[in-house]
């Protein structure tokens, strides 16, 4: 079974930093690519940065650019989200998402991590 | 990488049908085949639906079924059930590696 499991998040002050991470199991981490996608309170979805499977290509959306760094470490299943220079609009729900079915911005989805950007 | 266009709400009963659009440009869901819907229920992760405009995932109800003309793309469920009753939001590739959310829609069931 499939699981991913974020952790990281909370509340930081504007301008901040905060790492996310997330613990993939269920299947082979190392194969595959992998997405981070968030979603502010009461909005929709919105992705943010997607990683291949060799760390080889990585994209940001542009309200990220700049600011965010995604990584992983196949060898401990993990992916990562740096995040600095934290604006109050980048409050939300942070989704760790894995792409094994392709060209999607996640198959399967972890339960999220609230990350609160306020003074 | 601007916002999809989809209906902010869609209702039906029990056992209709009903269909919700997902509208984009030709840089977008006229461009690619790589169209996904997701469903999500109140405080819980999305679910892929759908994914590359028409095939369904192991598991997800054969009621779902999804198509697309030009540049917009379509999301059907059939017999409607309680269940169904979610926000749901399309998804499109919009080159460069980046993906294009649709601004979700809310399904009630009556």
């Known amino acids: 079974e499939v699981q991913l499991v974020e952790s990281g998040g909370g509340l930081v002050k504007p301008g901040g930093s905060l790492r996310l991470s997330c613990a993939a199991s269920g299947f082979t981490f190392s194969s595959y690519s992998m997405n981070w996608v968030r979603q502010a309170p009461g909005k929709g979805l919105e992705w943010v940065s997607s990683i291949s499977s060799s760390s080889s290509y990585i994209y940001y959306a542009d309200s990220v650019k700049g600011r965010f760094t995604i990584s992983r470490d196949n060898a401990k299943n993990s992916l990562y989200l740096q995040m600095n220079s934290l604006r109050a609009e980048d409050t939300a729900v942070y989704y760790c998402a894995s792409d094994i079915v392709g060209a999607t911005p996640g198959d399967y989805w972890g339960q999220g991590t609230l990350v609160t950007v306020s003074s | 990488q601007s916002a999809l266009t989809q209906p902010a709400s869609v209702s039906g009963s029990p056992g209709q049908s009903i269909t919700i659009s997902c509208t984009g440009t030709?840089?977008?869901?006229?461009?690619?085949?790589?169209v996904s819907w997701y469903q999500q229920h109140p405080g819980k992760a999305p679910k892929l639906m759908i994914y590359?405009?028409?095939k369904r995932p192991s598991g997800v109800s054969n009621r779902f079924s999804g198509s697309k003309s030009g540049n917009t793309a379509s999301l059907t469920i059939s017999g409607l059930q309680a269940e169904d009753e979610a926000d749901y939001y399309c998804?499109?590739?919009?080159?460069?590696?980046?993906?294009?959310f649709g601004t979700g829609t809310k399904v009630t069931v009556l």
């Open positions: 030709s840089s977008d869901v006229g461009s690619y085949n790589l």
């Open positions: 590359e405009v028409s």
């Open positions: 998804c499109s590739y919009a080159g460069s590696s980046t993906f294009a």
